[in-house]
C-alpha cells in the first residue's frame, strides 16, 4: 500500500510493476481507476514529464497485436492481460480473474470494488497493490490501519518532504493556489476530515422554518438562471436577520414565465436589490427585467467571477455569520462542492459529476457585497421616503438629497 504525496508518480510505478509481473507470471491483471474515463486519461493517454507515453512502457515485442482502445485492454504473446476498469460501473468488473491488481487513488474508488476481488486473489494467491493520497478518515484510512497492524502487508507513507520531488519554488506556488487543508493533504498526507470540502460549518449555519417577508426589513435577492436540464433557483436574503429564505427552484418553463416568476417575487420582498446570473441566455433576460422597471443588476459568472461568488459563500458560513433554511436540496448541494485538483495542478471548485449547483450559486448571488452587519429595521418615516423616492425614479432630478 503506497500512500504518497500529489505528482510522486504513483501510477508509473505501478504499472511499472504490473508490466514486469505480466512477464513473469501468466494471468489475467487490472487496473483499477475511480471511473473508467480517468483510468482512459491516466494510462491510455497519459504522459511522463519527458512526453513519453505511458503506453510506451509495454514492450512492443511482448504484445501480441494492437491494443483494444474500446475496452482498454492489452494482451502479451505469452497470454498475459492488462486491462482498465472504472469501479463506478460495477458490472465491469462482475466475472473478472485476476492474478494481480492496482486499485488506483483507492481513497476514491467504490470500495465494494475490493470486497469482491479479495477472495478471488485468495483463492488464486494472486496480489494487490493501492496507491493514494489521503481523502479524509474514509475507507482507504481503514485499510491503512489494516495494514500497519498486519505482517502480511507492506504500506508507505511519502511525503512531498521525503520525496522531494517538486522543487521549494514549485511547492510555494502550489501553497498559494489552495486552502491550507487541502495542501496538506496533498503533500503532506494529512488525513484531514473534509479537507476538500469548500463550505465548512453548514450544519451550524441551519434553523428550521422560512423567512418570513417584514415591511420594515431590507432583503436581497439571488436569481441562478437555468440552462439547459438545470433549474432556475431564486433565493431571498434578510439584511435585518442575516438569514436567507428557502430557495424557490423551478425548471422547463419558458423564460416569460420564469420572468414573470422573478418579477412576483421581486415585488414580494419590496424590490430588493437583486444579483442575477447574467451569463450566456441570462444577459437577455436581465435586460427585459431592467427595461420593465425592475432594479437587478447583472453578474457574468466567468472563472474568476464563480470562484469569487463561492469563497465569499463560505467565509460567511464558516465564520457562522448567516443562517440558512433547512432545505435538504440546497444543503445537499453545499456539502458535495469539493476542491479538486486538474492533472495540470489548478484548483477548481465544483460539484461532482451529475449534481446540481443551482440553489448554492443562487444563495451566493444573495449574499453578494451584503454589509458587514446586518442592518437595523427601517422606520415608518424612511419607508415613506424609499416609496416616494421610488415614484420619482424616473425622473432625472434629485428628490429629498438622493439621486438616481
Known sequence: MKVWHRRSGKDLTDLNIIIAEMMEHVGNYYYFF?????????????????????LDYFPKELVDGKPNDSELKIKFKNGSMFQLIGTDN??????????????????????????????????????????????GLNHAWKLLQQAKNSPRWFWQVLTVKDTQAISEENLE?????????????????????SAGAVFKGVDACVYEGDLTVKKEHTYQLGVDLAKFNDWTVLTPFSLVEFKSGK???????????QKAKIAAKYFQYGKPKTNI?????????????????????????????????????????????????????LIDELKSFQ?????????VIGVPEGMHDDCV????????????????????????????FDANRNKRKSFAGLRY
Not at 430557495?247 to 414565465?257: A, E, G
Request: charged content about 25%.
Open 361 to 388: 450559486m443562487s444563495l451566493a448571488l444573495a449574499v453578494w457585497g451584503i454589509p458587514e452587519k446586518p442592518l437595523k429595521p427601517r422606520s415608518q418615516a424612511q419607508r415613506e421616503l424609499v416609496k416616494q
Open 247 to 257: 430557495p424557490d427552484r423551478f425548471n422547463q418553463i419558458d423564460y416569460p414565465l
Open 277 to 329: 446570473d447574467a451569463t450566456g441566455v441570462g444577459a437577455p433576460i436581465v435586460d427585459d427585467l431592467i427595461h420593465e422597471g425592475l432594479g437587478v443588476e447583472g453578474i457574468t459568472f466567468t472563472e474568476q467571477m464563480r470562484r469569487d461568488l463561492l469563497i465569499n459563500l463560505g467565509i460567511l458560513l464558516e465564520q457562522r455569520k448567516i443562517k440558512i433554511p433547512n432545505d435538504p436540496t
Open 173 to 193: 506556488e502550489e501553497r498559494k493556489e489552495m486552502p491550507d487543508d487541502l495542501f496538506r493533504q496533498e503533500f503532506y498526507c494529512e488525513f484531514i476530515e
Open 34 to 54: 475511480p471511473t473508467f474515463a480517468q483510468g482512459k486519461k491516466v494510462i491510455w493517454e497519459g504522459k511522463t514529464k519527458d512526453e513519453v507515453p505511458f
Open 339 to 347: 476542491y479538486t485538483l486538474t492533472p495540470r495542478g489548478r484548483t
Open 90 to 135: 460495477f458490472d465491469a468488473i462482475m466475472g473478472t480473474n485476476p492474478i494481480g491488481c492496482v486499485f488506483s487513488e483507492f481513497s476514491l474508488q467504490n470500495p465494494k470494488a475490493w470486497d469482491y476481488i479479495r477472495p478471488i486473489l485468495t483463492e488464486n494467491g494472486g496480489w494487490a497493490i493501492f496507491n493514494f493520497t489521503p481523502r
